[in-house]
């Protein structure tokens, strides 16, 4: 997952990219607007760099219809943080995956107003006990 272009653009949109991420996660991930997700998501290119999920939106929904037919429910419950650097744009988050807590770091290359690429890392949450520190947030 380490494809993908690096090259920066779009130097003014940094702040309008990083609230359409935000908005995203809220409408999408959060509420389950998927119905919307062509608000966020472009319907011509959506290159998807997690190998278990196909490129384009057919791929992202195969993807959900797959989890939903192996018992395997997601949900984003918070966002913790948006990072983001004129094109590129981070969501830090924290996900439920059945009963475990997961933290999710989302990274999106936008192009036109429109997610059209997407790279990720997820990691389980260890029982408190076992921090080091004061957490993922």
Request: proline share 2%; aromatic share 10%.
């Amino acid at each position: 997952m380490v494809d993908g272009p690096t090259e920066i653009e779009d130097s003014d949109k940094t702040e309008e990219n990083k609230a359409l991420i935000e908005q995203f996660c809220q409408d999408i991930l959060i509420d389950g607007k998927v119905d919307t997700v062509t608000n966020f998501v472009s319907t011509t290119q959506y290159d998807q760099h997690n190998p278990t999920v196909g490129d384009g939106l057919e791929g992202l929904f195969k993807h959900i219809q797959e989890f939903k037919a192996q018992g395997i429910t997601a949900k984003y419950v918070k966002v913790h943080r948006i990072i983001g650097q004129e094109n590129f744009v981070v969501a830090l988050s924290h996900t439920m995956q059945n009963d475990d807590d997961w933290c999710f770091f989302d990274l999106f290359r936008l192009e036109e107003g429109k997610i059209v690429e997407h790279w990720d890392i997820q990691e389980k949450f260890h029982p408190e006990v076992q921090w080091k520190n004061s957490g993922k947030f």
